[in-house]
């Protein structure tokens, strides 16, 4: 068989117990999934390694243990799994607290890591570091980097620091810009507090301002490889599982 071929194959017995209607007892399923998970972690792999963190984490096919979960995550991280950084710097950062002293420098060392490889969340973490330390300049790169992914805490953020002025100069027409792109974004669109505030900041615009913000290209919202893997995370593991079977 070929290795195109065996993987089909390997990815449609995974899909069988993990495909929806094919399998009536989602613990059982879960179960196998961190079964497999933990011989290709336990061979080092770091990929797997994070899976298994995330498991852990969230009690999926296992009891939910944070500290396991840590131990996971530092040796993903040492090996170089972006991922596995940021949960370690979560936990750093207070996750779960008592599993580990908190310490928010450790914690922005690992988030970094994933942050620099394009991870939306880890950016607007990082970027709340920043506010919070008064790195202000650093701040507005990292929500901007998020933003363009279309985190939508990092475009709110933005938009109300453009309107208010706070920490960069009053713009009106680029707060316009992020939460306009907020409210097309599926999960936002229903959302009637951001229509609210769309509609309060097109009064206080001047039609100079509304004309310059209409006519501008809309935010174009680009998800990096990593952050799209990172949302899509159990999916993640079961493709990553029927690749790597024996």
């Not at 196998?32 to 933990?38: A, T, W």
């Not at 790169?141 to 938009?159: C, H, I, N, V």
């Amino acid at each position: 068989m070929t290795r195109c071929f065996k993987f089909i194959a390997t990815l449609a017995t995974v899909m069988l117990f993990f495909g929806g209607k094919a399998y009536a007892q989602p613990t059982a399923t879960d179960k196998f999934l961190f079964e497999e998970m933990l011989k290709l972690a336990s061979k080092g792999e770091p990929e797997a390694e994070y899976h298994i963190g995330m498991f852990f984490n969230n009690g999926i096919g296992t009891a939910a243990d944070p500290d396991e979960a840590f131990q996971w995550f530092k040796k993903s991280a040492a090996a170089g799994d972006p991922l596995g950084a940021y949960k370690l710097g979560c936990y750093y950062a207070g996750q779960f607290a008592g599993v580990v002293d908190i310490d928010q420098n450790i914690a922005l060392k690992y988030k970094l890591v994933a942050a620099e490889q394009g991870y939306d969340l880890a950016q607007s973490d990082v970027a709340r570091h920043y506010h919070v330390s008064k790195n202000y300049p650093e701040a507005i790169r990292w929500l901007t980097e998020a933003a363009k992914q279309g985190d939508p805490g990092s475009m709110y953020r933005l938009s109300a620091l453009y309107a208010q002025g706070q920490i960069v100069p009053t713009d009106l027409v680029k707060s316009y810009l992020y939460l306009d792109a907020m409210r097309h974004l599926p999960e936002i669109s229903s959302d009637q507090q951001i229509a609210d505030a769309f509609a309060m900041l097109t009064k206080s615009m001047s039609e100079t301002e509304l004309a310059a913000a209409k006519k501008n290209q809309p935010l174009a919202i680009e998800p990096s490889a990593l952050t799209l893997k990172a949302r899509d995370g159990l999916t993640q593991a079961k493709f990553y599982l029927a690749a790597n079977m024996q």
